[in-house]
C-alpha cells in the first residue's frame, strides 16, 4: 500500500491557522480533486470538523483517539494501520493523508510519496508542516504556477519520494 503525504505549505511551512487554510488557491484545490477522486482520503478528526462533512467521491477515513465519535459518511479509525487496513478493503492501492499536522507527523515515518504544494508566501500560522530531509526524500517532479486573477500566490506543485 503506498502511503501519500497531501499538503499545502507556505514558504514557512505553514499549513493552518485557526484550524483553516490560510490562502484560498482554487489551482490547488482542483489538484486536490484530481489526486484524490475515488481514493481513500485520511485525516484527523479536527480537519475533518474544518471540512464539515465527507468529500464526495473519496472514501472518507478519520483517525481520532475518542471511541465514542462517529459521523456519517466517514470510517473511524484509531490508528494510521488500521486507515492502512481500511483503506485495502477497499482495494486501493494507494491512501492518501490529507492532515493535519499531528497525522502528516505520525505518518511521515511510513509514507511513500509526498504531494507538496509549496506556495511561495509566508503566513502566520499555528499549525506547521516537518521540514522535508532531502537525505530521505528525492524530489521527483516540480511544476511551478505563477499568480493570476485567480490565485493569489505563486506556487509550485511537487512531488517527493522517499530514497531506498
Known amino acids: 500500500m503506498l502511503i501519500s503525504l497531501l499538503v499545502a505549505a507556505s514558504e514557512n511551512n505553514v499549513i493552518g491557522k485557526d484550524n483553516k487554510l490560510p490562502w484560498h488557491l482554487p489551482d490547488d484545490l482542483k489538484y486536490f480533486k484530481n489526486l484524490t477522486w475515488a481514493m481513500p482520503i485520511l485525516m484527523g478528526r479536527k480537519t475533518f470538523d474544518s471540512i464539515g462533512k465527507p468529500l464526495p467521491g473519496r472514501k472518507s477515513i478519520v483517525i481520532t483517539r475518542n471511541n465514542d465519535w462517529g459521523h456519517e459518511g466517514v470510517d473511524v479509525v484509531h490508528s494510521i ?24 507527523k505520525t505518518s511521515l515515518p511510513n509514507a511513500n510519496r509526498i504531494y507538496l504544494t509549496r506556495i511561495h508566501h509566508p503566513f502566520d500560522g499555528d499549525v506547521f508542516f516537518p521540514v522535508i530531509n532531502e537525505k530521505e526524500w528525492t524530489l521527483v517532479s516540480k511544476r511551478y504556477c505563477e499568480k493570476d486573477a485567480k490565485n493569489a500566490y505563486d506556487h509550485t506543485y511537487q512531488v517527493w519520494e522517499r530514497k531506498m
Do not use: H, P, T
Open 81 to 104: 494501520e488500521a486507515a492502512v487496513e481500511k483503506a485495502k478493503e477497499y482495494g486501493a492501492k494507494e491512501i492518501f493523508v490529507i492532515g493535519g499536522a499531528e497525522i502528516f
